[in-house]
């Protein structure tokens, strides 16, 4: 049994321990999935992201948090920022991508959470090339399951059919 599944559709509706919120540092929802998890979440997750933001004053670009997952299936919700694909040094925006995805998967241990559903990073109004951040994605993953047991299944959901083929193709050439 492989413990990464490829799955086309809504994040929101996942019955899993965290769904992973592609955030903005502001973390006060925005447009895509962040505006989707905070309307369908309800107004608790808003309330807990503007305690974080009075304690630490928000998060930055590949950091991540924790809320409650409100009115959600999934018992909490990890914002991580991922970085806005520009002309500046890409390889540093791979990193900053990359961290994204290894700190929301400490997070995740740190709550014993054993299921774990990530949409894609950076790739809508962020601007981030989808083939890219599906390899940085995956690699990522990939990487902290062979360390850490504890994750029994972790979820790339791709609302569109693009990122749905390229994390499928990549996933089936990694197996």
């Known amino acids: 049994m492989t413990r990464i599944e490829v799955l086309r559709g809504d994040i929101t509706t996942l019955a ?3 769904i992973v919120n592609a955030a903005n540092t502001s973390l006060l929802g925005g447009g895509g999935v962040d505006g989707a998890i905070h309307r369908k979440g309800g107004p608790k997750i808003l309330e807990e992201c ?3 933001r009075n304690r630490q004053g928000g998060c930055a670009t590949g950091e991540a948090v924790i809320t409650s997952g409100g009115n959600l299936n999934a018992k909490f919700v990890i914002h ?3 970085p806005v694909w520009s002309g500046v040094d890409h390889g540093k925006l791979d990193v900053l991508l990359a961290n ?3 700190n929301s998967l400490a997070l995740a241990l740190q709550h014993n959470v054993t299921t774990i559903a990530f949409p894609n990073i950076s790739t809508g109004i962020y601007g981030f090339p989808k083939p890219r951040a599906a390899e940085i994605a995956i690699r990522e993953v990939q990487n ?3 360390k850490q047991p504890t ?3 972790v979820f790339f959901v791709c609302f569109d059919e693009e990122n749905f083929d390229l994390y499928e193709t990549l996933l089936t050439s990694r197996r």
Request: no cysteine; hydrophobic share 55%; glycine share 6%.
């Open 16 to 18: 899993v321990d965290a």
């Open 144 to 146: 902290f399951l062979t």
């Open 50 to 52: 503007k305690a974080i």
């Open 151 to 153: 994750i029994a299944k």
């Open 80 to 82: 991580t920022v991922g």
């Open 100 to 102: 994204a995805y290894r």
